[in-house]
């Protein structure tokens, strides 16, 4: 609000100034303008001098290393390893469930109540 009225009153003076009448008066309100931007020069370098103090951060620390670092080595092998073995034991599995396939198929014939079970509970449900 104080520049804008030094501005104003500034103006005034230099309008009515015909014959140099305002020239002290011209010259104080100018030197009051000079004053108030050099107050206002010096608030915003401290503020930048202080913003510049608070932006600085702390130096960057590496944090402790907490995994063995060929674990990344040993997991890739025993997933190789993994990987080789599951197919010769899926077919073991497989050869053996289609060896034993037929002889629970006559087992289970021999057992009275598993003959038909789903019929017999639809009769009676």
């Known amino acids: 609000m104080a520049i804008a009225e030094n501005r104003g009153r500034l103006?005034?003076?230099?309008a009515t100034?015909?014959?140099?009448q305002n020239t002290a008066a011209i010259a104080a309100t100018e030197a009051?303008?000079?004053q108030m931007w050099?107050?206002?020069?010096?608030?915003?370098y401290g503020y930048a001098g202080s913003s510049a103090i608070a932006a600085q951060l702390e130096p960057f620390n590496a944090?402790?290393?907490?995994?063995?670092?060929a674990g990344g080595a040993g997991q890739s092998g025993a997933v190789a390893q993994a990987?080789?073995?599951a197919p010769a034991n899926a077919q073991s599995a497989l050869s053996q469930l289609m060896s034993s396939t037929p002889e629970r198929c006559k087992a289970s014939r021999r057992l009275p109540h598993c003959r038909r079970p789903i019929r017999r509970h639809w009769r009676h449900g």
């Not at 050099?38 to 915003?44: H, K, L, S, V, Y």
């Not at 944090?63 to 670092?69: D, F, I, R």
């Open 63 to 69: 944090p402790p290393q907490t995994t063995n670092p």
């Open 17 to 20: 100034n015909l014959l140099g």
């Open 38 to 44: 050099a107050q206002d020069a010096a608030a915003m």
């Open 32 to 34: 009051e303008y000079a």
């Open 83 to 85: 990987a080789g073995t």
């Open 11 to 14: 103006a005034s003076l230099v």
